[in-house]
């Protein structure tokens, strides 16, 4: 759907346009100039932070990044998700929850107990 959105907004440039969306789901749509579209997903949105908030924070969602704005970066974490096998699929690609849902964060994200739980 997002990517007709897409080419409803974006779709008359004359070069190629890239749009990032990063909902549940990162995605992103390729308009080229002769009207032909690739979409694909990128990689873990919202889905990952929702998960997180919800376990670390007792949130349903990391509204207007009130928690993350709060933390630093942690390179080991940001390794390891960047490691994750999905993210080599070839391009185009899809993912879901299989990938990037709760059973991720519970194997992956949870281990990593150094991270704080901030309230408010």
Do not use: W
């Not at 997180?52 to 993350?68: L, P, Q």
């Not at 993912?95 to 992956?108: S, V």
Request: aromatic content about 8%.
């Amino acid at each position: 759907l997002i990517p007709m959105v897409d080419r409803i907004l974006f779709g008359q440039s004359e070069c190629s346009v890239i749009c990032q969306n990063i909902g549940g789901i990162a995605n992103a749509t390729l308009l080229k100039p002769d009207g032909h579209l690739l979409a694909m997903d990128t990689g873990p949105g919202n889905m990952v932070l929702d998960g997180i908030a919800k376990v670390y924070f007792d949130d349903e969602c990391d509204r207007n990044g009130k928690y993350s704005a709060r933390g630093e970066v942690n390179q080991g974490l940001l390794n390891m998700m960047m490691s994750c096998p999905a993210l080599s699929r070839p391009f185009p690609r899809n993912f879901g929850r299989e990938d990037f849902g709760q059973a991720y964060i519970d194997t992956h994200l949870l281990p990593y107990s150094r991270l704080h739980k901030v309230k408010g």
